[in-house]
């Protein structure tokens, strides 16, 4: 009765310890309007969203135009010496080339005695599909108010630089052309970029530029909320993301990028309204935005910047928040806090050799490895459950408007994967050898973190460290149940603060799709399980009685999912739709749509299999069906002159499309794009075919500059947003909107061009 007593009263100060880490990371609350002029004020600030965020703003738009506007006015206002910068820029990447007309809001806030400049940047523009509230008009809001409270105290000594980016949805285009014709090239320079990937949840610094160490410091030891931690860094450095920092840190330069992620299922979506938009998140964007521009605002910039001064560079720094305490040291430490953690599975190996061999801990070894394995795979098949028995979750993707119970659920089935391991070795070769063999896994995958992401290895040596001590202790004290129990709390006490809160938050970065989360889940669970199932006198649970009974709740629970995440007005379905017209056929409309499951509402428009000669430039279309007839002028490529290379063409809308495509099936080998009142761009040259996208593109048109040596046959699409307009369309039923992204919503209009 005492061991159960004992494991019990264990469990429930791991759940105490789990869920305070948990609850330490939560944003601060906001704070009013009402407050000091120096301080920073939700209230202040997410009034500007309410303002400046009411409709979409991509690229090229007229709301858009009102927002440069209104930008350039507020700043003024607060006396910055404010322009607009025009400028145009382009990308290359997955086989499309973009270029893009731009104009970017940028203002300064002149130093008493500067060394460089901070620059505060965010992006003004949104996607198609919804206002951007968060998503980042509260990055602008964020600058704005922080610029307000600046104002309201001492100068600083450094300029500070607010760069209100253009066009970051469609290419990073306004970010671009700031780095390559703006940003100071041989004054320091240090940009803090902020950013959204939801509505709610606490702000991350998710991102920094390479010899961090600086930068890390000054923000740890200024900002009143930290959150977010160098596993992040390392993570993002190996993704394909990119945000407005990408083109700074592609030139060398420092930086550090901050975003909440929390709500994930409204990002680019109509949802990302101001009423959506949490308070508190833009309160710790806000409160950590100001007091990190005050701390570098007094400082010397030029060790921040080698690039610029010359200075050698610094290293990086590891750093995360153990139960709302910040945690920081240089990231050299990597390599012995790893060696301490293999080391000490070994010494765990050799002083439990009574109780275990080293064919059990490698036996258990192999069987966590296994473990983490199912738990992935198990993971990945609730997913795919769900999405069987409610298809229209492959369009809405793994960020569900009601969640809740299926985070539960992957929780639940986290601890059946755990109980069903730690059940089946409980007596072969028994508890203590599986741990031992977990925190091998874990030692040995510290080691290798050291090698490829160094500002990761915290995450599983500490724990490592901490469990392995607690089982060290407990068999080196006799194994006294009294003392061995909270022994093995304290040695767990470390991977329940890091990882638990680890694993709550990957639910915002991969919902439940992926098994993430499971896994996470498991990784702690397993070594955990099996040390409490090693204390002096088992046998609490016998059998497979806790497994089974988890797997009972994760039915239940995913059942209770699918009744409380139901589509409705309040949690409505993404719907996407488009209408294509082929200029050539005297206006011809098809439906298109790219949902993998339509609604009814979707499938009365384009419910039939996609036509062979659909042509819809974005995604593969899925379905479609016949639309109206709408007589409107195609877009023009109409060739103005010859070029030693090639040809020369003028690329207008009649219609006033901000975007035109140009297509061939052949490659063409480069050319320029050239915007009016920018410079020319250069088309990087491309072994496929042609597929270049234009943004912004004024009435007058885009010059583009082709090298062929003979004729090319042109594909030309311009693109405008809304479908209101058109013939026979009826708005959405209430449990419908818009789907993600810039996709959907939009009128194509297409036609062949001949250029001999």
């Keep these: 009765m005492l061991a159960v007593i004992g494991r019990l009263l264990a469990v429930v100060l791991l759940a105490v310890i789990g869920v305070v880490a948990v609850v330490a990371e939560r944003p601060p609350d906001p704070v009013p309007a009402s407050a000091s002029p120096a301080d920073f004020s939700a209230e202040r600030a997410t009034a500007a969203v309410d303002a400046l965020a009411r409709v979409p703003r991509p690229i090229g738009s007229p709301a858009s135009d009102a927002a440069r506007d209104a930008l350039v006015g507020r700043l003024q206002a607060e006396g910055l010496a404010t322009r607009v910068e025009t400028s145009a820029s382009l990308y290359s990447e997955e086989g499309q080339t973009g270029a893009g007309r731009v104009e970017n809001v940028v203002a300064t806030l002149p130093g008493s005695a500067p060394t460089g400049s901070v620059v505060l940047m965010a992006h003004y523009d949104s996607v198609t599909a919804g206002p951007g509230a968060a998503d980042d008009m509260s990055g602008v809001a964020t600058i704005l108010e922080t610029v307000r409270a600046l104002r309201a105290g001492p100068a600083p000594r450094n300029d500070v630089t607010v760069v209100l980016t253009d066009g970051e949805e469609a290419g990073l285009y306004g970010a671009r052309a700031w780095v390559r014709d703006s940003m100071p090239k041989n004054r320091p320079t240090v940009v803090l970029n902020w950013e959204a990937r939801g509505v709610s949840g606490p702000s991350l610094l998710f991102q920094t530029s390479p010899g961090n160490a600086g930068l890390v410091d000054a923000w740890s030891s200024s900002v009143p909320y ?81 690039a610029a001064s010359r200075q050698p560079a610094t290293g990086d720094r590891t750093y995360f928040t153990v139960v709302g305490r910040l945690v920081t040291y240089d990231t050299s430490w990597a390599w012995p806090i790893a060696g301490l953690a293999l080391v000490l599975v070994i010494v765990l190996t050799v002083v439990g050799r009574r109780r275990f061999s080293v064919g059990g801990v490698l036996g258990g070894a192999v069987v966590y490895v296994v473990g983490l394995a199912a738990a992935l795979a198990a993971g990945i098949g609730f ?350 039923p209430p449990d419908l909107r818009q789907a993600r992204g810039n996709e959907s919503d939009v009128v194509v209009v297409s036609r062949q061009v001949a250029v001999p």
């Design 383 to 732: 997913w795919q459950a769900l999405v069987w028995l409610r298809p229209s979750y492959a369009d809405t993707g793994p960020f569900l408007g009601q969640p809740l119970l299926y985070e539960i659920a992957a929780g639940v089935l986290a601890f059946a994967v755990t109980t069903l391991v730690v059940s089946l070795l409980r007596r072969r070769p028994g508890g203590a050898a599986l741990c031992t063999g977990a925190l091998l896994v874990l030692a040995l995958l510290s080691v290798g973190l050291a090698v490829v992401a160094p500002g990761s290895v915290f995450l599983l040596a500490w724990p490592v460290i901490g469990l392995a001590l607690g089982m060290i202790l407990v068999l080196v004290s006799g194994e006294r149940l009294w003392l061995a129990t909270p022994l093995l709390v304290l040695g767990a006490a470390p991977a329940v603060a890091l990882l638990i809160p680890f694993a709550v938050s990957s639910f915002g970065v991969a919902g439940v799709s992926d098994g993430l989360a499971v896994a996470v889940f498991t990784l702690v669970g397993i070594p955990i399980g099996a040390a409490l199932s090693a204390l002096p006198r088992p046998g609490a649970v016998r059998g497979y009685a806790l497994p089974i009974l988890a797997i009972v709740w994760v039915l239940i629970l995913g059942g209770g999912g699918l009744l409380y995440d139901r589509t409705d007005d309040g949690n409505p379905q993404g719907s996407a739709l488009a209408l294509v017209v082929d200029a050539d056929r005297g206006g011809a409309g098809q439906w298109v749509t790219t949902d993998q499951a339509p609604a009814d509402w979707t499938r009365g428009y384009a419910g039939g299999a996609p036509a062979p000669d659909v042509l819809w430039p974005g995604d593969d279309a899925v379905g479609s069906g016949p639309g109206p007839v709408v007589p409107v002028p195609g877009p023009t490529a109409t060739v103005v002159g010859r070029t030693p290379e090639g040809v020369r063409l003028q690329v207008t809308s009649p219609r006033g499309a901000p975007t035109v495509f140009l297509r061939s099936d052949l490659p063409v080998a480069g050319g320029t794009v050239t915007f009016p009142g920018a410079p020319p761009l250069a088309l990087p040259p491309s072994p496929g075919p042609l597929n270049l996208r234009l943004d912004a593109v004024p009435p007058e048109g885009v010059t583009v500059d082709l090298v062929a040596t003979g004729p090319v046959q042109l594909r030309v699409d311009d693109q405008t947003l809304g479908l209101a307009g058109v013939p026979g369309f009826a708005p959405r």
């Design 226 to 306: 930290p959150r977010g931690d160098s596993s992040q860094v390392e993570i993002y450095r190996f993704l394909p993301n990119d945000t407005d920092l990408t083109p700074v840190l592609d030139a060398g330069r420092p930086g550090m990028n901050a975003a909440f992620i929390e709500g994930a299922h409204q990002y680019h979506t109509p949802g990302d309204i101001p009423l959506n938009l949490s308070r508190s998140s833009v309160q710790n964007h806000g409160g950590n935005a100001l007091a990190l521009t005050r701390a570098l605002g007094d400082r010397d910039l030029a060790p921040l910047d080698p």
